[in-house]
């Protein structure tokens, strides 16, 4: 095609790109350097306006021989390594129900659909009501059931309420990675089956040698993005526990956002914030390499 | 047999898909119950069950225009339609021009795109708080709008990329011969085309920014209290009230769980695809 009409589509494609890019770089890029500088001062509130002072790596420093931050950061690790664990052997097991022809019924698909749809602070107070000590299902079923003796308050012991949090949090996570992973089923194409099948491999060679290998990219990509999202964990700990018992539930997100809006130490909390969105970056990256070879694709 | 091993096997599956459905409904159905219960029947020892119960009280009463939930629905339909709107409206331009237009550094603006939606809130959340208090932008609806496109635009800019990719080039290339201006392509052959994944974008979007809650609980006081505000103000109540606390949660999810089961194609085709093949 002509040159002219090459240069036409490029100058379009300035003028259609650049609304967006603007405002990303406003609401995006800008603050997270911004976040960076604010990380490395004192920030107070000083009547209507603001007082900052430059103050070097001090915020890090004392961040880093905090013991709240430094459980935090644990938990938030444990929470994390668990729930991806969970979620992603739960979801392929439950991908493999979906995929059985039996189980192709719109109807589950459906089905899974709605955890993953509630709104997430639906999802929290519902979860709230379920654990709740003097009320809740929960203990009546297991209390019936005579799995319990008396009723457990679960939300009011540490180690107990951070386990019970990460279980709703499964429960809410388990949808998109079934549906992820179930898109990666029906990408294997049949003949490699066939294939198998005529070499002799019984249905468990076949699941590791066909289907294991099949998921591999998008297994990968899910323990990605699991993390990412295991990391953000926010509205149910806010429903929920609010950090409490004994700030036992105060993951990383939630710390950041406590010492910046309710203890209104700014520096702070944009330095903690910075350390979850380097964890979080190393994860995108991983994503990112992921996917990059699949891009040749694309060029004309 | 081999018959009755296939039997049991089906019988297995079927009890698996049993467990499955139980698994991922039971919670949702008794939050349904709950939501029809009045206060004495859920909080008797034994949970009470009587049909005679059942009342639609709770729905009644936190619709009461006095309580917060009726606006924070209110406030919650509209940011999130005016930032489908602003989103779609840049986003899918954005889209087009990546996918099919010569855009410099393409490739750069797209990373760009997909490395910022994993990054945690709370970072962007910090410097947006102090300059939307500079502009006075605290507690209003275009503040909120602003903020949540920096999570929209980008999901959007993605999802369109990724349809536009797949529409045949030659449909423009004959278009192009037919001496369209590469405008006129866009605005007559393309967008026609997209009308209905436009739409089913702007759902996803839709459902997305209605969902939200961290940005809003930072960005907004008392004037645009949206609806998963409104809810999470329940549990903190000193004597809580678990039926109008979940009635509260249905009506905020049911729009959402409805949209979602409608569009479940799209979402499956358009997202979770999107999100294995860049």
Redesign the interface.
């Known amino acids: ?1 002509s040159n002219e ?2 240069l ?3 100058q ?3 003028w ?2 650049l ?3 603007i ?2 770089i406003l ?6 350097f ?2 960076i500088v ?1 990380s490395f001062q004192k920030v107070r509130f000083l009547g209507q306006g ?1 007082s900052k002072e430059f103050i070097g790596i001090a915020n890090y420093i004392s961040i880093f021989s905090n013991h709240t931050f430094q459980s935090a950061f644990i938990r938030s690790i444990y929470f994390t390594a668990i729930e991806v664990v969970a979620i992603l052997s739960l979801s392929l097991l ?1 991908a493999l ?1 979906l995929n ?1 022809p ?2 192709r019924h719109s109807f ?15 999802n ?7 654990y ?1 000590a ?2 809740g ?1 929960l203990n ?1 079923i297991l209390y019936s059931l005579g799995i319990i003796h008396e009723y457990v308050v679960w939300l009011g012991k540490p180690w107990l309420a951070l386990n019970m949090i990460l279980l709703a949090d499964i ?1 809410k996570g388990i ?2 990675i079934t ?2 992973l179930l ?2 089923l029906q990408n294997i194409p049949n003949y490699l089956y066939r294939a198998a099948k005529l070499d002799g491999a019984n249905t468990w060679q076949q699941f590791v040698h066909v289907t294991f290998v099949g998921l591999k ?2 297994l990968v ?1 899910s323990a990605v ?1 699991q993390s ?1 999202w295991a ?2 964990v ?2 149910l700990i ?2 929920l526990t609010k950090g409490s018992p004994a700030d036992s539930t105060v993951l990383l ?1 939630y710390l ?2 406590r010492e ?2 309710s203890n209104l130490d ?1 520096g702070y ?2 330095a903690i ?2 350390i ?2 380097c964890m ?2 190393l ?3 991983a ?2 390499r992921i ?2 070879p ?2 040749t694709r ?1 060029g ?1 | 047999m081999f018959y009755f091993k296939r039997a049991i096997g089906s019988l297995f599956i079927r009890l698996c898909l049993f467990v499955f459905v139980g698994v991922c409904l039971a919670p949702v159905l008794w939050g349904l119950v709950t939501s029809c219960l009045p206060q004495s029947a859920l909080t008797s020892k034994v949970p009470d069950f009587n049909l005679r119960n059942f009342t639609l009280e709770n729905y009644v009463l936190v619709l009461d225009s006095s309580r917060g939930l009726f606006l924070g629905l209110k406030n919650s339909f509209l940011v999130a339609l005016f930032t489908s709107i602003v989103a779609l409206t840049f986003g899918s331009a954005a889209g087009y021009a990546l996918a099919r237009l010569n855009v410099p550094k393409s490739n750069t603006i797209l990373m760009m795109i997909l490395a910022t939606q994993m990054f945690p809130g709370i970072v962007i959340a910090i410097p947006l708080f102090l300059a939307m208090t500079q502009f006075n932008l605290i507690d209003t609806h275009v503040g909120l709008i602003i903020v949540y496109l920096s999570f929209i635009l980008p999901i959007v800019v993605w999802i369109q990329k990724g349809f536009f990719e797949s529409i045949p080039m030659d449909l423009e290339k004959s278009a192009a011969v037919d001496g369209a201006s590469p405008l006129q392509t866009f605005q007559y052959i393309v967008l026609p085309v997209s009308l209905p994944t436009l739409f089913a974008t702007g759902v996803f979007a839709f459902i997305e920014s209605w969902n939200e809650f961290f940005f809003a609980i930072i960005m907004t006081r008392v004037n645009v209290k949206v609806s998963s505000i409104a809810i999470a103000e329940f549990s903190g109540q000193y004597q809580t009230l678990y039926g109008q606390m979940l009635a509260s949660a249905v009506l905020a999810s049911l729009p959402i769980v409805v949209l979602a089961i409608l569009f479940r194609k799209f979402i499956l085709e358009g997202f979770v695809e999107g999100a294995v093949k860049a």
């Open positions: 095609m009409f090459n036409k589509r490029k379009m494609g300035i259609f790109t609304p967006t890019v405002i990303l609401v995006l890029i800008y603050p997270i911004a976040s604010l603001l439950a129900l059985h039996i189980g589950f698909r459906v089905v899974l659909i709605i955890p993953w749809a509630l709104s997430p602070v639906a929290a107070v519902l979860w709230k009501w379920i709740n003097n009320y299902i009546f429960w949808p998109f549906l992820l898109a990666g990219t998008p990509i993005l990412i990391l953000k926010f509205d806010y429903v997100n950041a956002w910046t809006f700014i909390g944009a914030a910075n979850l969105f979080m970056f994860l995108a990256l994503y990112i996917l990059r699949r891009q694309r004309e």
